[in-house]
């Protein structure tokens, strides 16, 4: 079975450009999270869906960023400007029914 | 704001003692609680969780809990230098799935 998947796994961009990360969760997960690390700091939980659904955006820092998952499949989440701040591993995680949450590689985003 | 605590290390053990790593939690209304092991540049795996209080017990790694407390721990027993990762700790409270991780503990086994 094929764990969770990210794309890119580097992307590095100037400040005020926009970047879209994907996440593809194990098959058959209906929960799917971001999470980000940012330098020095521990993880921190960015939003959850259930199916295609936003269950709980809490963590999402600002309105500079949006994620989507159509369909209930894959997941995207894009910057848009991205600044300085938002440089870090950008983490997708997916669960079925239960809690316990399967990490994909991440996404390293540097913002120059 | 929630927080979870840990010993950012490094925890240096030889090969084949007991690796011990703690967690302190401040939300009370935490009710599930996970280790997960890092490799450098690498994803957080799962490798333990834990929901009641007492201890867990899946091969070489054993989870403890206890809420009154608001301590949870994960010891390795005959620690070998491929355990050498840093252990991250993660809660979750009643009703929400949203992970707070620690910053995790860095683990040396020496051969």
């Known amino acids: 079975e094929a764990g969770v998947t990210q794309f890119p796994s580097h992307s590095v961009i100037e400040k005020g450009q926009t970047v879209t990360l994907r996440c593809d969760p194990i098959?058959?997960?209906?929960?799917l999270y971001w999470y980000r690390r940012v330098m020095g700091k521990e993880i921190k939980f960015l939003l959850h869906?259930?199916?295609?659904?936003?269950?709980?955006e809490s963590g999402m820092p600002n309105n500079r960023f949006l994620a989507e998952r159509t369909g209930g499949t894959y997941s995207t989440l894009k910057v848009q400007p991205a600044e300085l701040e938002d440089s870090g591993v950008y983490f997708c995680a997916s669960s079925q029914a239960g809690i316990e949450q399967f990490f994909g590689p991440g996404t390293r985003l540097t913002v120059l | 704001q929630k927080e979870v605590e840990q010993n950012s290390g490094p925890l240096s053990v030889p090969e084949g003692a007991i690796a011990s790593l703690n967690c302190t939690y401040s939300d009370r209304g935490s009710q599930s609680f996970f280790w997960y092991r890092q490799y450098s540049g690498k994803s957080p795996e799962l490798i333990m969780s834990?929901?009641?209080?007492g201890d867990k017990e899946d091969g070489r790694f054993t989870a403890q809990l206890n809420k009154a407390s608001q301590y949870v721990s994960l010891l390795i027993r005959d620690s070998q230098p491929s355990d050498s990762a840093t252990y991250l700790c993660a809660v979750a409270d009643m009703g929400r799935r949203a992970l707070t991780f620690g910053s995790g503990t860095r683990l040396q086994v020496q051969p």
């Open positions: 869906f259930v199916k295609e659904s936003k269950q709980d």
């Open positions: 098959s058959g997960h209906d929960n």
């Open positions: 834990i929901y009641s209080n």
